[in-house]
């Protein structure tokens, strides 16, 4: 993975609601192990007999912990290989705007996300979704359908919170980072979350079914062929990106969960533009093109076909590789409170942004941050000038303003921009 950390970006190169359960509770309880992203498994135990809990159903087995333990790793390894098979990202040949891009989203989520804008057929949706094996393990509350953070209070769920203030004890696991796909053809009900049908007919009770932003908070929301999304969709992203929380409103039910995520879109930018508002809420913007060069096709083609006549094998090629880069993420994550960026160059930085007209200060806060991020990536604790100059094409060139006589690439405003002030 040197070629991301030395590389500039091409701009720059030209310039259920299940019950958690306090171990205060029970002095017994052993373990809560979370198997799969957005499903929790829990067991208790009570002397040699355990309780699973999984979807708030009890299934009672006679069991110790040494075949607790035993069993937890199989169920993780038959899980995992019953996956559909991913592309590995450190397989992908080329486009490394868009792979940095990602990388530092990842190493700093308040980044804000990315949209990829390109030719069909050029790989963003592979690469999105071969985001999932680097994805780092985040702590979370068992249990509990919106992902908390049981040591920060506003990414927590109401419910936790008021565990909290109780002085309850939290059960925490540990659980990767969850990647979750809004589909087109969603509704508002399965992306917000709506009235659970099944216990309003079987209990009599008004109860809360969590969506896709619950599933999706502190994790990551893609949305391919973003430019198509219906506009009431885009509308409650718009609302839930702006505040960080998800409130809705609907059949008697009042309820609010926070929704924080990465927002990744991508699209092709002939089936239609991106309203302005979606487009600002973006922290960066990589612009994908095809490769051109026979050379480097041919090993594309040739690697594509690798992976499709044994996935698996591919896989088991490149896995020192994405573990390598895994722990450089895991690192970049760790060192990130420790970078610092000089006040000149925030003021340079600034200084750009207000010649090119940028409209607000989210230009400004994400150039600072994604500065901050690639510093990390690249194992140093103090941003410099290059770092800002492979970063800012990316975070500025969607917050332009759109001249229809201006024949150059808005990318390539903000380089010249940037040398202009820089030197």
């Known amino acids: 993975m040197a070629s991301v950390l030395g590389t500039r970006s091409s701009s720059a190169i030209l310039a259920s609601r299940p019950l958690s359960f306090p171990a205060s509770n029970s002095k017994s309880a052993i373990s809560s192990l979370s198997l799969n992203p957005g499903q929790n498994y829990g067991r208790r135990f009570y002397g040699g007999i355990g309780i699973e809990e999984k979807m708030g159903r009890a299934l009672f087995a006679v069991t110790n912990v040494a075949t607790e333990v035993n069993s937890v790793e199989q169920a993780q390894k038959r899980s995992k290989e019953s996956q559909r098979p991913v592309y590995p990202f450190t397989a992908i040949v080329g486009q490394e705007e868009m792979k940095l891009c990602l990388l530092l989203n990842v190493i700093d989520p308040k980044i804000g996300g990315v949209m990829i804008m390109g030719d069909r057929g050029t790989g963003k949706s592979t690469t999105v979704r071969s985001l999932v094996d680097l994805l780092p393990v985040i702590k979370v509350v068992v249990g509990d359908p919106y992902n908390s953070d049981p040591e920060d209070p506003e990414a927590m769920g109401i419910e936790v919170r008021e565990s909290v203030v109780k002085g309850e004890e939290l059960s925490i696991t540990f659980s990767k980072i969850n990647m979750v796909d809004l589909p087109l053809g969603a509704t508002e009900d399965r992306v917000c979350g709506t009235i659970d049908i099944e216990k309003a007919l079987t209990e009599g009770v008004k109860a809360f079914e ?214």
Request: hydrophobic share 40%.
């Open 210 to 423: 969590p969506g896709l932003l619950a599933k999706a908070n502190r994790g990551i929301l893609y949305v391919d062929e973003v430019n198509l999304l219906d506009d009431h969709l885009v509308d409650v992203l718009l609302d839930s990106a702006a505040s960080g929380w998800n409130t809705v409103e609907r059949e008697g039910i009042s309820i609010s969960h926070p929704a924080r995520f990465i927002l990744i879109g991508s699209g092709n930018p002939e089936e239609g533009e991106l309203r302005p508002q979606l487009l600002d809420r973006f922290g960066m913007h990589a612009q994908v093109g095809t490769v051109r060069d026979a050379e480097l096709r041919v090993k594309i083609v040739e690697e594509r076909a690798r992976f499709d006549k044994n996935p698996k094998e591919f896989r088991d090629s490149y896995k020192a590789e994405q573990a390598k880069l895994q722990q450089q993420i895991a690192s970049a994550r760790s060192s990130l409170p420790a970078v610092q960026i000089d006040h000149d160059l925030k003021v340079k930085i600034s200084k750009v942004c207000a010649e090119l007209n940028v409209d607000g200060l989210r230009g400004d806060i994400v150039s600072n941050r994604a500065a901050k991020a690639l510093a990390a990536l690249k194992g140093r604790d103090k941003v410099s000038a290059e770092d800002i100059a492979t970063v800012i094409p990316n975070c500025l060139r969607h917050r332009l303003r759109k001249d229809p006589l201006e024949s150059i690439d808005s990318g390539l405003l903000v380089i010249e921009k940037f040398y202009e002030v820089f030197s």
